[in-house]
């Protein structure tokens, strides 16, 4: 797992579906939502660290944008 594309694709199978309108507020959902998908015990913890480390750094990455 590599980049947010995967990130979606792996709570797509889950069933879970984020679309806010604003990029920041689905970062903080997709977080939300892995974390319960984790413990859920559906995932494995290396593909949850994977996960939440692709997200925080988007999410750093698009609040750094808005400060410009």
Do not use: C, N, P
């Amino acid at each position: 797992m590599k980049t947010m594309w995967d990130v979606q694709q792996l709570l797509k199978r889950y069933g879970v579906f984020v679309y806010v309108g604003d990029r920041l507020a689905d970062l903080e959902l997709m977080e939300a939502e892995l974390k319960d998908v984790y413990q859920s015990q559906l995932l494995e913890a290396k593909e949850f660290q994977q996960a939440l480390l692709i997200l925080r750094q988007e999410r750093r990455h698009e609040e750094e944008k808005k400060a410009r």
